[in-house]
């Protein structure tokens, strides 16, 4: 027909000639089934062409015939169960439907969008040029050759399209199925590809929903709310939201990948390997724990994450397809894993987690985490070595790594029940240290900051540990009090300083004699104890958090206290208790004992004390006494294992000491030599009337003879001493006296007091 005027309808029929039905401008309508054999079919009108039901169908010679469809019209064909081999169209608007494979042929023109239903693959060797296409029917394979806009899908089963070009998932109209197809919606899967370096895109209303989501090829930015079961992936970059969470199959990125979901639960059965990873999601929960993810840079800010990673990654900036992410931020709790790798941070890339309340566990390899920005609540970590810094504080729920472990923070860090198990542990920064678990095991101890508490079930060296990418930390600096309480042997290769020193342990034994040590006051509780410095030290009362007041020093054995310069004080402001046999308590200063409980400061009841002083006439006893007293000594020259057994003593560095009385006493006819504690000598017997007596070597005899306090009153008479026997000594003499004597001035009428 050459007019437009009336209806054409194609009611069932069967033609072995090829057939073509014309109409200008008029409409068609398929009524019934139309079978050409052995021949094609053109229809061609300007008009509206459509078919109302799946047995109102053209059948073009057995499926594999040409249907053209032509005039520049409206074809709707998109209910019946058509099947033809290859369509050629030159239309205004196009939906076909074909229940099995379809190829478009040449020419294929059609102004509006374009909707093809197949039930298997569906070619266009020339491809398809345009706006959109939507896809319908069941399963279609789509290999577009063309440059099309727009895609969008509805199918029962399975949806795999491929295109070189840029497109996007998008909403495609068509009257024929009910005005619009939004996104890709698929029964079964879908499968996407895009050439290299070219962008697959959605908008708003271009979801996909589908069980297995393939994407392939080059960019993927689909960031819209879609609903996949599964994602797979071989492409350049990836970005990818469905806040009903999805799983990950497996997913080889050359560039970023971006994982989204607001809510919902991210699984993977498969690997992701890609230079860089992003998870973002509001409350959205990352499970990523499978062995083979292999990553150079993380990042993301979600709910909650696992993520793990063997050979070690980067936390960073990933710059994505639609935004960038920076560090590790979630609302609830992260665990990071490398079993073998390191897991390093910049410095502008801050782990914080649970909004500084949740909990990181890192697991696996060697962990490098120093940035100062770091927030969370609570650290568990095993593997190899561990640097973490947090500056505001954390708790410690267990530890264990085979290297060393270092903690950093300006503020508390404390400790659960669960133990740090670690070949060093280092502890810096301007916080408080309170690691009180009765499981700590560690080998060196080494730690900086405001105050320490650390107990250890064994012992340990004070040393240095050196952290993974970070300074050594070395000896133990703290401005407040340290507490150690060990159950074992506690050495130290490098100093301690701090205010206070309190060192506990019924099994603990402390042997800290470094030189470089500089502490203020010294208490302990412990088994036994020797403690050197060079600096005055105070003998008192030293708190710590977590760990009570230690007063005084209480040793089960024995207890050894030195002050090596020689302005270095001793000080007792608490007593000392030292249950050990033999000297159980050696307190020794190369300056002055100042002595401030009194009589019972030192408490030896299975043994004996030993006190080392430089001046008794300086020194502060305060009531405690020694039945020995020894001159002209310390610790080095006569060490306690050269004292005398059985009684306390004290050993003075002064070789003598004068002391005059004051006044002139009168002279005394017989002059006597009285021993402290024993009866009087009389100078007038045995070799003490020897006339050498003053000599050179029988003054050093007589010196040596008499060790004990005594005094001789001299009265001087025409420079001339009167001894006993009328013994004279002329003025040579008696500058030999005064010379060994250690006396200057005028001797007259004095009592000359010597040691």
Same mark, same amino acid.
């Given at each position: 027909?050459?007019?437009g ?8 029929g069967?033609?072995?000639?090829a057939?073509?039905?014309?109409a200008a401008?008029a409409n068609?309508d ?5 079978t050409?054999?052995?021949a *094609?079919l053109?229809?061609?009108?300007a008009?509206i ?5 799946s /047995?109102?169908?053209?059948i073009?010679?057995?499926g594999?015939?040409t249907?053209n469809?032509?005039?520049?019209g409206?074809y709707n064909l998109c209910k ?5 081999g290859t369509l ?7 939906a076909f439907?074909d229940?099995n494979?379809l190829?478009l042929?040449?020419?294929?023109n059609v102004?509006?969008?374009?909707a093809?239903?197949v /039930?298997?693959?569906l ?10 296409l939507?896809?319908?029917g069941?399963n279609v394979?789509?290999n577009?050759?063309g440059?099309?806009?727009?895609l969008?899908a509805t199918?029962t089963g ?15 109209n068509?009257?024929c199925l009910g005005g ?5 919606t ?17 908008? $708003?209303s ?12 080059g960019?993927?930015?689909l960031?819209?709310?879609n609903s ?9 970059e990836?970005?990818l939201r469905? *806040?009903?969470g999805f799983?990950v199959?497996?997913?080889t990125?050359s560039?970023?990948t971006h ?5 919902g ?6 690997a992701?390997?890609?230079?860089e ?7 959205g929960?990352?499970?990523?724990t499978?062995a083979?993810n292999d990553?150079?840079t993380?990042?993301?800010n $979600? ?8 050979n070690?990654f980067?936390i960073?900036?990933?710059g994505?397809?639609?935004n ?9 709790d992260?665990?990071?894993?490398a079993?073998?790798?390191a897991?390093t941070?910049?410095s ?8 500084g ?6 697991a696996g ?6 940035a100062?920005?770091n ?9 190899a070595s ?6 505001g504080?954390f708790?410690v ?6 290297d060393?472990?270092?903690?950093l923070?300006d ?15 280092g502890l810096?920064g301007?916080?408080t240290?309170v690691?009180?678990s009765?499981g700590?095991?560690v080998?060196?101890?080494?730690a900086s ?5 650390f ?6 060296d004070?040393g240095t540990v ?15 009090s340290a507490v150690?309480i ?13 205010n206070?020193?309190?060192?506990n342990?019924?099994?603990a034994n402390?042997s800290l ?9 010294l ?5 036994k ?14 708190s710590?958090?977590?760990?009570g ?6 040793v089960?054995d ?6 090596t ?5 001793l000080?007792?402001?608490?007593a ?6 033999g ?5 020794s200063?190369?300056?002055?004992l100042?002595?401030?409980v009194g009589?019972?400061a030192i408490?030896?009841?299975n043994g004996?004390?030993?006190?080392y002083?430089?001046?008794p006439?300086?020194s ?9 007293r020894?001159?002209? /000594?310390?610790i ?5 294992? $050269?004292?005398?057994g059985g009684a306390n $003593?004290?050993v003075?560095?002064?070789?003598n ?7 002139n006493?009168p ?5 006597k ?6 009866a009087m ?6 070799e003490?009337?020897?006339a *050498?007596?003053?000599?050179?070597t029988?003054?050093?005899d007589?010196?040596d ?8 009153p001299?009265?001087?008479?025409y420079?001339s001493?009167k001894?006993p ?12 006296l005064r ?5 200057t001035?005028d001797?007259a009428h004095?009592?000359?007091?010597w040691?």
């Amino acid at each position: 027909r050459s007019d437009g005027a009336g209806l054409i309808t194609i009611a069932d029929g069967s033609t072995n000639a090829a057939t073509t039905i014309q109409a200008a401008s008029a409409n068609m309508d398929i009524i019934g089934t139309y079978t050409t054999v052995g021949a *094609d079919l053109t229809l061609a009108t300007a008009g509206i062409a459509t078919e109302s039901a799946s /047995n109102h169908a053209l059948i073009v010679n057995a499926g594999a015939g040409t249907l053209n469809l032509l005039g520049g019209g409206t074809y709707n064909l998109c209910k019946g169960d058509n099947d033809a081999g290859t369509l050629t169209a030159n239309a205004a608007e196009l939906a076909f439907n074909d229940i099995n494979n379809l190829t478009l042929g040449t020419p294929f023109n059609v102004t509006n969008d374009v909707a093809l239903g197949v /039930n298997g693959t569906l070619n266009a060797p020339s491809g398809i040029n345009g706006g959109g296409l939507a896809l319908f029917g069941n399963n279609v394979t789509f290999n577009n050759s063309g440059n099309l806009g727009k895609l969008a899908a509805t199918v029962t089963g399975n949806v795999i399209y491929s295109q070189s070009n840029s497109y996007a998932i998008d909403t495609v109209n068509n009257a024929c199925l009910g005005g619009a197809v939004n996104g890709i919606t698929a029964g079964g899967n879908v499968s996407l590809t895009v050439g290299a370096g070219n962008t697959i895109t959605q908008s $708003a209303s271009g979801l996909i929903s589908s069980n297995n989501l393939s994407l392939n090829g080059g960019r993927f930015s689909l960031t819209q709310n879609n609903s996949i079961a599964t994602l797979s992936a071989n492409a350049q970059e990836l970005a990818l939201r469905d *806040d009903g969470g999805f799983a990950v199959s497996n997913s080889t990125v050359s560039g970023a990948t971006h994982l989204i979901s607001n809510g919902g639960t991210v699984t993977q059965t498969g690997a992701i390997v890609s230079q860089e990873l992003a998870l973002t999601g509001s409350g959205g929960v990352f499970d990523l724990t499978f062995a083979g993810n292999d990553v150079t840079t993380f990042a993301a800010n $979600a709910g909650a994450i696992q993520f793990r990673d063997d050979n070690g990654f980067n936390i960073s900036t990933v710059g994505t397809l639609n935004n960038s992410v920076t560090g590790i931020t979630t609302s609830g709790d992260a665990v990071l894993a490398a079993a073998n790798g390191a897991v390093t941070q910049d410095s502008d890339a801050p782990i914080q987690v649970g909004s500084g309340a949740g909990r990181l566990n890192l697991a696996g390899g060697t962990f490098q985490l120093a940035a100062t920005n770091n927030d969370i609540g609570v650290l568990q970590a095993s593997g190899a070595s561990l640097l973490f810094r947090d500056d505001g504080g954390f708790n410690v729920d267990g530890i264990t790594m085979s290297d060393t472990a270092c903690l950093l923070s300006d503020g508390n860090v404390t400790q659960t029940s669960a133990a740090i198990v670690a070949n060093g542990l280092g502890l810096g920064g301007a916080g408080t240290f309170v690691l009180n678990s009765v499981g700590n095991d560690v080998n060196t101890v080494a730690a900086s900051g405001q105050a320490l508490v650390f107990r250890d079930a064994n012992g340990f060296d004070i040393g240095t540990v050196t952290s993974p990418g970070g300074a050594p930390k070395s000896a133990i600096n703290v401005v407040d009090s340290a507490v150690l309480i060990a159950n074992g042997d506690v050495t130290q290769s490098a100093a301690i300083i701090s205010n206070g020193l309190a060192l506990n342990g019924a099994g603990a034994n402390y042997s800290l004699n470094n030189s470089g040590n500089q502490v203020t006051t010294l208490a302990a509780n412990a088994n036994k104890l020797s403690y050197s410095q060079s600096d005055s030290l105070i003998i008192g009362s030293v708190s710590g958090a977590d760990a009570g007041v230690t007063n005084g020093i209480t040793v089960i054995d024995q207890v050894t206290l030195q002050t090596t310069s020689p302005t270095a004080n001793l000080t007792l402001n608490s007593a000392i208790a030292a249950q050990g046999a033999g000297f159980a308590a050696v307190l020794s200063t190369q300056n002055d004992l100042l002595n401030n409980v009194g009589s019972s400061a030192i408490s030896t009841p299975n043994g004996t004390w030993a006190v080392y002083a430089n001046n008794p006439t300086t020194s502060v006893f305060n009531g405690l006494t020694a039945p020995t007293r020894l001159f002209g /000594n310390s610790i080095t020259t006569l060490p306690p294992s $050269a004292l005398p057994g059985g009684a306390n $003593a004290m050993v003075f560095q002064s070789p003598n000491v004068i002391v005059p009385p004051t006044g002139n006493p009168p002279p005394i006819a017989n002059p006597k030599l009285y021993g402290a504690g024993a009866a009087m000598l009389d100078l007038n017997v045995a070799e003490t009337t020897r006339a *050498d007596l003053l000599t050179d070597t029988g003054a050093d005899d007589f010196l040596d003879a008499w060790k004990k306090i005594a005094y001789i009153p001299l009265d001087v008479v025409y420079s001339s001493v009167k001894l006993p026997d009328g013994l004279a000594i002329q003025e040579v003499e008696l500058q030999k006296l005064r010379r060994r004597l250690g006396i200057t001035g005028d001797l007259a009428h004095r009592y000359i007091w010597w040691r």
